[in-house]
């Protein structure tokens, strides 16, 4: 783990918002010169603060107007049925996130379709197919707020 002061905090933040901004601006928002700025992002990054850049899509204007969480409790445990699931799962374009879970299910699956009907073709075509698929739990999302996260 990186110890991390104010400035570090900051340009995290500030990152977070746009993974693009260059040193010589992350430096005039943050009071430090553009090699000063320059050199605390390398820190960050060779210290593995920053995972990667992504692009963060619209859905809505992309033409997929629902999102559906899906809890997905498996028929069969074991270390086969598991890997099987999991290379079946994200090979479906429509899922965004498959995450492994403890507890009521075993994964959490975030799916995203262009209204209803498509969602439904979705499901009983390719999640309800998967191997190992036991009970399927489904929640739609109705809004969404991107918090900022514990260094916010």
Same mark, same amino acid.
């Given at each position: 783990? =990186? ?6 905090? %900051?340009? =995290?933040? %500030?990152?977070?918002?746009? @993974?693009?901004?260059?040193? +010589? &601006? ?9 090699? &000063? %700025? ?9 210290? +593995? #603060? ?7 899509? $619209? @859905?809505? %204007?992309?033409?997929?107007? #629902?999102?559906?969480?899906? *809890? ?29 879970? /403890? ?9 995203? @379709?262009? $209204? ?15 191997? *190992? ?6 929640? #739609? /999302? ?11």
């Amino acid at each position: 783990m =990186i110890e991390l002061d104010e400035i570090d905090r %900051a340009m =995290i933040r %500030a990152v977070a918002q746009d @993974a693009l901004i260059g040193a +010589g &601006a992350l430096g005039r928002q943050l009071g430090l010169s553009q090699p &000063a %700025a320059w050199r605390r992002l390398k820190r960050l990054r060779e210290a +593995g #603060v920053f995972r990667g850049y992504r692009l963060d899509l $619209d @859905a809505q %204007a992309l033409g997929f107007g #629902v999102t559906v969480f899906l *809890g997905v409790k498996m028929a069969a445990k074991g270390r086969v049925g598991v890997e099987d699931f999991e290379r079946a799962v994200t090979a479906i374009p429509e899922v965004q996130t498959v995450e492994h879970l /403890l507890g009521a299910y075993d994964y959490r699956l975030r799916v995203i @379709a262009r $209204d209803i009907a498509d969602f439904e073709r979705v499901l009983r075509r390719r999640i309800m197919t998967l191997p *190992g698929v036991g009970t399927v739990d489904a929640n #739609v /999302l109705l809004s969404e707020e991107r918090l900022p996260g514990p260094i916010g």
